[in-house]
T-cell receptor
Framework: GAVVSQHPSWVICKSGTSVKIECRSLDFQATTMFWYRQFPKQSLMLMATSNEGSKATYEQGVEKDKFLINHASLTLSTLTVTSAHPEDSSFYIC??????????FGSGTRLTVV | GDSVTQMEGPVTLSEEAFLTINCTYT??????LFWYVQYPGEGLQLLLK?????DKGSNKGFEATYRKETTSFHLEKGSVQVSDSAVYFC????????????FGGGTRLMVKP
């Protein structure tokens, strides 16, 4: 089946620094990729939807200048958390949509900002 | 707008017990319905899905039937195992063509030996 590789799986960074998370579809082309944020014991909150070669569409309340999304190819999307602060600590999950297999999720990235 | 409501957890069962996790939805279009499972510290894995009314999705002993008349997609398993302990999410997508997934709040299942 389809596989989505997301890394790093966990990262610890200092306040004020930026962190980049990668999401790759390994064996299929993803027409659309999604980025979610999940707080402990809560559901997934959609942050943004990205299509290859175009600007991401952000959900209401998500700061696009803080959470930079780049979808440079049909197999790669990146989320950069800029000037991270402790309140950005969370579990981030990407999902890629392919025509054959539908939605496939990455394994998630746990970000801790200290 | 679209929404998914599922029963709150945690649900605690003994091994080999029968499982039901309720899920109901509202949608502006004709949705596809999904159940995902999340193990601790991991992403989501598709458990099963159904794309039209009366379809039954099944996988690993789990099953759910798309009931348009009651707008429901309840998850069931006849005999749970300790390894089924996880968080289960019900979700929908209108058109299932790369549109966003709308998730329920998740239900944590704990199975005791």
């Amino acid at each position: 089946g389809a596989v989505v590789s997301q890394h790093p799986s966990w990262v610890i960074c200092k306040s004020g620094t930026s962190v980049k998370i990668e999401c790759r579809s390994l064996d299929f082309q993803a027409t659309t990729m999604f980025w979610y944020r999940q707080f402990p014991k809560q559901s997934l909150m959609l942050m943004a939807t990205s299509n290859e070669g175009s600007k991401a569409t952000y959900e209401q309340g998500v700061e696009k200048d803080k959470f930079l999304i780049n979808h440079a190819s049909l197999t790669l999307s990146t989320l950069t958390v800029t000037s991270a602060h402790p309140e950005d600590s969370s579990f981030y999950i990407c999902s890629a949509f392919g025509q054959k297999d539908g939605y496939t999720f990455g394994s998630g990235t746990r970000l801790t900002v200290v | 707008g679209d929404s998914v409501t599922q029963m709150e957890g945690p649900v605690t069962l003994s091994e080999e017990a029968f499982l039901t996790i309720n899920c109901t939805y509202t949608a502006t279009g004709y949705p596809s319905l999904f159940w995902y499972v999340q193990y601790p510290g991991e992403g989501l894995q598709l458990l099963l899905k159904a794309t039209k009314a009366d379809d039954k999705g099944s996988n690993k002993g789990f099953e759910a039937t798309y009931r348009k008349e009651t707008t429901s997609f309840h998850l069931e398993k006849g005999s749970v195992q300790v390894s089924d302990s996880a968080v289960y999410f019900c979700a929908l997508s209108v058109n299932n063509a790369g549109n966003m997934l709308t998730f329920g709040g998740g239900t944590r299942l704990m199975v005791k030996p």
